[in-house]
């Protein structure tokens, strides 16, 4: 019984060998399906025209062919043509179909998009405005006049209908944050749309003229101090409290309390201290640099009366 299965090893070995190998490269070159993208190439636009719609830049297509050919397909080897020399301004739709498609050894059996729309309008020239986008100044600080650019104009190109809408074209932000004065910087331009080319010179150059915001503070009811008195006796004719209105740059007086504020009624003012009624003009003292001026004080005197 032995004997059956060792007569002739060799060459049944050979032979399921054979038939393995051939069973494998059976079911390998079997056909298969796969998913594959290609790229669509447009051309051939008239100089006139610009595509306005975003049409797609991807064929997807469904292959069948053997396990061998679709491993070593090299889909950067293919593209799909679509020829634009004949559209003209509006929309035009290309239809597409597998047969159009050629693959050596390998079958289309679908794709999409089956039908592409390229929308197309007149490229035009035109001179637009820059209008500068300037930021927001620090606190106590603003924008005088409105800032210079230089130039003024750029030439732009792009479809009609979206150039006929657009005013101004925009320059990147510009910050302004801890500016304290005048200064030129060059920025760019920024494109409203991707349609819209910018012809001239991207950069521009902007001059923001910047200052100290003048403000006005108000103080009442301030208490008058008198000096120099000495032991003369006086009354006051009317208990008046005094109102102040100072102005000055903002950071010099944001830090400016009543409480460092005095309003002096000095006696060394009166020539003679007779018994009788006297006008003081008042005095006022306070910090601060000579930026900072004193717009009114109310009342500007006090009346006393001189005692014997």
Do not use: C
Not at 90 to 102: A, L
Not at 232 to 237: E, R
Not at 269 to 275: N, W
């Amino acid at each position: 019984m032995t004997g059956l299965f060792t007569n002739n090893l060799g060459k049944k070995t050979l032979a399921i060998t054979i038939a393995i190998i051939l069973w494998i490269i059976a079911n390998f070159e079997q056909d298969i399906e796969k998913n594959i993208t290609v790229d669509i190439q447009y051309s051939r636009l008239p100089a006139s025209l610009i595509i306005t719609n975003n049409p797609p830049q991807k064929l997807n297509l469904r292959v069948r062919g053997s396990r061998t050919k679709l491993a070593i397909l090299n889909t950067e080897n293919y593209a799909f043509p679509i020829n634009l020399d004949e559209v003209t301004k509006g929309i035009s739709k290309f239809d597409i179909r597998t047969d159009q498609i050629r693959m050596t050894g390998i079958q289309i059996i679908g794709l999409s998009p089956a039908e592409i729309s390229v929308d197309t309008d007149d490229l035009v020239r035109k001179k637009i405005a820059v209008k500068p986008n300037i930021g927001i100044p620090d606190i106590g600080f603003k924008i005088l006049n409105d800032p210079k650019v230089q130039p003024g104009t750029v030439s732009v190109s792009g479809p009609k209908q979206l150039l006929s809408n657009i005013k101004f074209i925009n320059t990147d932000l510009v910050s302004i944050e801890g500016e304290k004065s005048n200064f030129t910087i060059e920025v760019p331009l920024k494109s409203p749309s991707p349609l819209v080319q910018i012809n001239d010179n991207p950069i521009v150059k902007i001059t923001v003229d910047i200052m100290e915001t003048m403000i006005e503070k108000e103080f009442k009811g301030i208490n008058v101090n008198y000096k120099n008195f000495d032991d003369v006796k006086f009354d006051i004719v009317d208990n008046q409290n005094v109102n102040l209105l100072f102005r000055g740059p903002y950071r010099s007086i944001k830090n400016l309390s009543g409480e460092n504020i005095q309003v002096i009624a000095d006696a060394k003012s009166i020539k003679k201290m007779t018994p009788k009624k006297h006008r003081i003009i008042l005095l006022v003292d306070y910090p601060g640099d000579k930026d900072i001026n004193l717009v009114s004080i109310k009342p500007e005197y006090v009346e006393i009366n001189v005692k014997k």
